[in-house]
């Protein structure tokens, strides 16, 4: 009851922060909001197990909680459910004679799922008008309780999907999960006793310092004379205006405080990988431009490379657990069973659900298949990615199977049915993995064995938070956006916007197959491969392939620094100190993630009632 309390509150925090102030709190691998809550619980559900300790939460509690509110962040974000909202009005909305959409796509667009009624969706993009009223409430209802229907049995799926990886993952390969280390100490201390995370000095030092940062920028952001610490973006490359340098395009000086406290909780190696791979990256396109390879159109086609990258990835890990995933096929014990195998048939019973619904979409069947396969290894892979590396920041934007399917098929042979059934489901591609619940599935398997807490429960708690989570993000979106009117907030209809801008360009230019880019995909594919094999084999070898994948998109150049400052913190203190004084050390950089997030989310909330000014913690 409390989570789901607890999440439609959160939706209407969430939705204004996004829609007002543009701060974007799904963008992170740890959500700042879900954090913050999660630091106000455990302060109260402390001074109240001090009194009254049968009242008190305990940490399985606390922890659901947190998976709770997690999901339904990550679905309300604006790569998915705000996305989606926007999806189903902009084909209408913004066609016009100039554009000629109506003769473009218009046909394909079905009726019976999106929103076609111009007077209803004026009050949505010019404001000054209300939900609350019996046409608009008749125009979107069934079509958020479809896409809710559609949304849960999308998260059923992916939670048969991480307790089919589960075993291996946990209990057998025994990732790291630096992501659900902070969660987990923040719910508390066990039934068994033991020390708080907020009993350690060291945690504090930490949030004084994060918090003294915080407050320092907000005085610069009110009164501009007192001096700011340089903690935003600042692009290094524009002093680098020449050929062949300013083929860089981006090489950012951040000193994000809880980025640094982030990267101190990966493992070094993977640390020192994504950092060293960035480098690479940015190296290939000056090297590129300085041998004339800049003038191709695309190169280094990055977003290719990171396509063969991150199904390279997923071949090794089901070839690491072969195993194991045979025995969704093999003749296996009751317990193997139960942790394959019937997963198995729900995935696959949950993935026809899906393929029948965007059918009707208009999709053909042909395409959905494959569609799905790779959503789902994409899906499995950022998961893998996550537990093992455990990044600030985690987006493969351009190697989504929409992509991956018209560089190997091309849009010609695809035809307008499924190129717009590509647009429709634009918010469940979006950024490719910024906001994938899927990784928070495994974290939340993760609790569940260190706690006991059942399978059972912990999908029922999954699947409620999805389903009410998903409905809270309509009505706190719908309620907003007719209050406002997106058309005042670009930032609200953004991602629908790129979304239809693939979808028009894609329908006027139709294109066969991509042999260079699907040449760079298995460039891509045979260096991942390559780099697994080499680490597999030279244990001292300190690259490791994940990094590469990872540092080829836009997210790790923001955190490049915070990345460089972890790892040389991180290896001094192993140096010099050891094992021992790593754990010791650890507290310090969770109270740089808790004091950066909480004081992040205070300015924001400030900004949100007074309407005034705010420093914004994380620019995405």
Request: net charge positive; aromatic share 14%; hydrophobic share 50%.
């Amino acid at each position: 009851m409390i989570g789901c309390v607890l999440v439609v509150l959160n939706a209407h925090w969430q939705t204004p922060l996004s829609s007002i102030l543009d701060i974007e709190l799904s963008d992170l691998a740890l959500f700042c909001n879900v954090i913050t809550i999660l630091f106000l619980l455990a302060l109260v559900n402390g001074r109240v197990a001090r009194y009254a300790p049968r009242r008190a939460l305990q940490r399985r509690e606390v922890l659901i909680i947190y998976t709770m509110l997690a999901t339904a962040t990550a679905l309300n974000g604006t790569d998915m459910i705000k996305c989606l909202v926007s999806l189903l009005g902009n084909g209408t909305w913004h066609a016009t004679p100039e554009n000629d959409w109506a003769n473009l796509f218009g046909r394909y667009l079905p009726e019976w799922i999106t929103v076609q009624d111009r007077q209803v969706l004026r009050g949505y993009y010019e404001g000054d008008s209300t939900l609350y009223t019996d046409a608009h409430l008749r125009a979107w209802a069934p079509r958020a309780v479809a896409w809710t229907a559609f949304t849960v049995t999308l998260m059923f799926v992916t939670f048969c999907l991480a307790r089919i990886v589960r075993r291996q993952w946990i209990t057998n390969e025994r990732l790291s999960y630096p992501i659900a280390q902070l969660p987990f100490e923040m719910a508390g201390p066990n039934t068994s006793g033991g020390t708080s995370l907020f009993g350690h000095r060291l945690l504090w030092f930490g949030f004084g310092l994060a918090a003294l940062i915080s407050v320092v920028n907000q005085a610069n952001v009110w009164y501009p004379s007192v001096p700011a610490f340089p903690v935003q973006p600042l692009n290094l490359a524009r002093f680098f205006p020449t050929r062949p340098w300013n083929a860089m395009g981006y090489m950012y000086r951040t000193f994000y405080p809880f980025a640094v406290g982030m990267a101190y909780l990966m493992p070094l190696d993977l640390i020192l990988s994504t950092w060293v791979f960035h480098l690479v990256w940015q190296a290939e396109r000056v090297v590129g431009s300085a041998y004339g390879f800049g003038a191709m159109p695309g190169f280094p086609y990055a977003e290719a490379q990171v396509r063969g990258g991150w199904i390279a990835l997923l071949c090794f890990a089901v070839w690491k657990g072969r195993r194991h995933f045979a025995g969704v096929f093999a003749n296996v014990p009751d317990v193997v069973t139960r942790e394959v195998r019937l997963p198995a048939l729900g995935a696959t019973a949950g993935g026809l659900g899906l393929m029948v619904f965007c059918h009707y979409l208009g999709m053909s069947f042909w395409v959905l298949i494959p569609f799905f396969l790779l959503y789902f290894g994409l899906a499995t892979a950022i998961t893998r990615i996550r537990a093992e590396l455990g990044p600030a920041v985690h987006t493969l934007s351009g190697a989504t199977p929409d992509y991956l399917l018209i560089t190997a098929l091309g849009t010609r042979r695809l035809g307008p049915g499924n190129i717009v059934g590509f647009g429709l489901l634009h918010w469940i591609l979006g950024s490719a993995g910024r906001e994938h619940p899927m990784p928070i599935q495994l974290e939340a398997m993760k609790f569940a064995e260190r706690m006991r807490i059942s399978s059972r429960g912990l999908m029922a708690a999954v699947l409620l938070a999805a389903g009410v989570g998903s409905l809270a993000g309509w009505w706190a979106y719908l309620h907003d956006a007719y209050k406002l009117g997106v058309e005042a907030y670009p930032e609200e209809t953004w991602a629908a916007s790129v979304g239809f801008r693939l979808l028009t360009s894609r329908l006027q230019a139709p294109a066969d197959w991509q042999p260079m880019a699907l040449t760079f995909t298995l460039g891509g594919f045979l260096l991942t491969t390559a780099l697994a094999a080499v680490r597999t084999q030279f244990l001292w070898w300190p690259f490791h392939p994940v990094g590469y994948v990872i540092s080829g998109r836009w997210g790790i150049g923001r955190i490049f620094f915070p990345l460089v400052i972890a790892s040389v913190a991180k290896w001094s203190v192993l140096r010099f100190s050891g094992v021992s004084g790593y754990r010791r050390s650890v507290p310090f950089f969770l109270g740089l993630i808790i004091g950066d997030f909480t004081l992040g989310m205070l300015w924001a909330s400030i900004g949100l009632v007074f309407h005034v000014p705010v420093y914004v913690f994380w620019t995405g």
